[in-house]
């Protein structure tokens, strides 16, 4: 989920920071630039983490301001495919359900991505999961109403869990000819040998180059960030995902029988 990344970019400091050092100066334009911002194909910073070389400054023609090649590492949230995280639901809708991470929002799990049988119960704006329908009767024959105690439920503020089923990655460029979208996807679906593979789409001049394992970051210069940003869809399709409480019981019998053991 966290990771380290190393980035080579060109900091720039301007006079009224000299007095505080170069050390102080960099890593603070550096946590100014940084966190929250999404890089393509790499993730979410979260914070830096050091710094590892530092150039000389350069001072340009015209501008006081001081610049440095500086190369770091920083904190980076990106999930791998198939991997179990936990959070907090914050709006469900006939098209699905989105969660929260609390620093990171844009998590949405798909209807179709929803253990089946289902329905969406739009007056209490809730997904519900018809387990009560998977007995060997058939439902023809269950003529009586489930108990809405016993409905397995989703609702806003639930806490869920949910796998990792898609990771997206989309950058826009701004140009005199227009915008131009480059897209990444990572899925479970196209795995080859049991990983995920890479997908680029619509491929455009200024995507961030990679060289000596660093991520050069000149796509940011003069101060223009890209827009990029970072979905990733989940999936609530495997058994002890969904809420905690639906596998409370499980849990606790798995749990008897290895102390048993």
Same mark, same amino acid.
């Given at each position: 989920?966290?990771? &380290?990344?190393?980035?080579?970019?060109?900091?720039?400091?301007?006079?009224?920071?000299?007095?505080?050092?170069?050390?102080?100066?960099?890593?603070?334009?550096?946590?100014?630039?940084?966190?929250?911002?999404?890089?393509?194909?790499?993730?979410?910073?979260?914070?830096?983490?050091?710094? &590892?070389?530092?150039?000389?400054? &350069?001072?340009?023609? /015209?501008?006081?301001?001081?610049?440095? !090649?500086? $190369?770091?590492?920083?904190?980076?949230?990106?999930?791998?495919? #198939?991997?179990?995280?936990? /959070?907090?639901?914050?709006?469900?809708?006939?098209? #699905?359900?989105?969660?929260?991470?609390?620093?990171?929002?844009?998590?949405?799990?798909?209807?179709?991505?929803?253990?089946?049988?289902?329905?969406?119960?739009?007056? @209490?704006?809730?997904?519900?999961?018809?387990?009560? @329908?998977?007995?060997? =009767?058939?439902?023809?024959? %269950?003529?009586?109403?489930?108990? =809405?105690? %016993?409905?397995?439920?989703?609702?806003?503020?639930?806490?869920?869990?949910?796998? $990792?089923?898609?990771?997206?990655? @989309?950058?826009?460029?701004?140009?005199?000819?227009? $915008?131009?979208?480059?897209?990444?996807?990572?899925?479970?679906? *196209?795995?080859?040998?049991?990983?995920?593979?890479?997908?680029?789409?619509?491929?455009?001049?200024?995507?961030? *180059?990679?060289?000596?394992?660093?991520?050069?970051?000149?796509?940011?210069?003069? #101060?223009?960030?890209?827009?990029?940003?970072?979905?990733?869809?989940?999936?609530?399709?495997?058994?002890?995902?969904?809420?905690? !409480?639906?596998?409370? /019981?499980?849990?606790? =019998?798995?749990?008897?029988?290895?102390?048993?053991?």
């Amino acid at each position: 989920m966290f990771y &380290l990344a190393t980035i080579a970019d060109t900091i720039r400091v301007p006079p009224s920071q000299f007095a505080h050092g170069d050390a102080k100066s960099l890593t603070d334009a550096i946590s100014r630039k940084f966190p929250g911002r999404t890089i393509m194909d790499v993730g979410m910073v979260i914070s830096l983490f050091d710094v &590892l070389t530092v150039g000389s400054a &350069l001072i340009h023609a /015209g501008d006081g301001s001081a610049h440095f !090649e500086i $190369v770091f590492r920083v904190v980076v949230f990106k999930p791998f495919v #198939g991997e179990i995280i936990e /959070g907090k639901v914050t709006e469900c809708s006939s098209e #699905g359900i989105r969660i929260s991470l609390e620093f990171f929002d844009n998590i949405v799990v798909p209807y179709y991505n929803i253990f089946e049988p289902n329905h969406y119960d739009s007056k @209490k704006r809730r997904w519900v999961w018809d387990d009560h @329908k998977n007995g060997d =009767e058939e439902e023809e024959e %269950d003529t009586e109403a489930p108990d =809405e105690d %016993d409905e397995l439920e989703i609702k806003k503020g639930d806490v869920v869990r949910f796998s $990792v089923d898609t990771l997206k990655f @989309k950058d826009n460029s701004y140009s005199v000819k227009g $915008v131009h979208s480059n897209e990444t996807t990572m899925d479970s679906k *196209s795995a080859t040998n049991g990983l995920p593979v890479r997908k680029r789409t619509e491929s455009f001049e200024g995507t961030p *180059s990679f060289a000596e394992g660093a991520i050069h970051s000149s796509s940011t210069a003069g #101060g223009k960030r890209p827009n990029c940003e970072m979905t990733i869809l989940g999936s609530i399709k495997q058994d002890g995902l969904g809420s905690p !409480e639906w596998w409370a /019981g499980e849990e606790e =019998e798995e749990d008897e029988d290895a102390m048993e053991e």
